[in-house]
């Protein structure tokens, strides 16, 4: 069972430069999720999926955006990378949304942007 | 708005000595409160988790006591292990909001 994977592991890009983070879970989950994670901040949430087809803006989603064709599947895409995306990207999943469920979450996305 | 405040780390034990990382939220309402623990080069795992006031959170040893009096949630360990060397991140959530609230993490070192 792989759980919560994600692709590419590290990437470095210039500044202006385009990509796409893909996160794939396997668990059948509704809700998926895309946070970043900074030096001496927790996880902020970026933005979310209550399922297919649909997505919503998390806490800090200026600069991307994501897609949800696929229930397994959530992208992430940066159009021109900026240097404040340096971060480590987190995707996650749950069953349920509402307060107590606990999310599942991947290995992580190391992005350097120059 | 929420948050969630841990103490500063890294915090540096030898083995078998007692953990306790400090963990204390503001919320409006009745939050319920997480435990993750990031090992080297991985994603977030869930340690443990308490749904409402005085429940106890425990698993591996760690233990954590929802305590709505004094708005915290310390996580504690009576004998740590080098294989306990993570970080901790304590977090929130709260019917109808998507996302968790982290705290900014405690990074534990554990020496042999």
């Known amino acids: 069972n792989a759980g919560v994977t994600q692709t590419p592991k590290f990437r470095v890009l210039k500044t202006g430069q385009s990509m796409t983070l893909l996160c794939a879970q396997d668990?059948?989950?509704?809700?998926m999720y895309w946070y970043r994670q900074d030096p001496g901040m927790g996880l902020r949430l970026i933005h979310y999926s209550v399922g297919e087809g649909t997505t919503a803006k998390g806490e800090v989603p200026d600069g991307y955006n994501v897609s949800r064709l696929k229930k397994q599947n959530f992208l992430l895409g940066l159009e021109s990378a900026a240097p404040s995306q340096t971060s480590v990207y987190f995707c996650a999943s749950s069953a349920t949304s509402g307060g107590q469920e606990t999310q599942y979450f991947g290995p992580g996305t190391r992005l350097l942007v120059l | 708005g929420d948050s969630v405040t841990q103490m500063e780390g890294p915090v540096t034990l030898s083995e078998e000595a007692f953990l306790t990382i400090n963990c204390t939220y503001t919320a409006t309402g009745y939050p319920s409160l997480f435990w993750y623990v990031q090992y080297p080069g991985e994603g977030l795992q869930l340690l443990l988790k308490a749904t409402k006031a005085d429940d106890k959170g425990s698993n591996k040893g760690f233990e954590a006591t929802y305590r709505k009096e004094t708005t915290s949630f310390h996580l504690e360990k009576g004998s740590v292990q080098v294989s306990d060397s993570a970080v901790y991140f304590c977090a929130l959530s709260r019917r109808g909001r998507r996302a968790l609230t982290f705290g900014s993490g405690t990074r534990l070192q554990v020496q042999p």
């Open positions: 668990m059948n989950h509704e809700y």
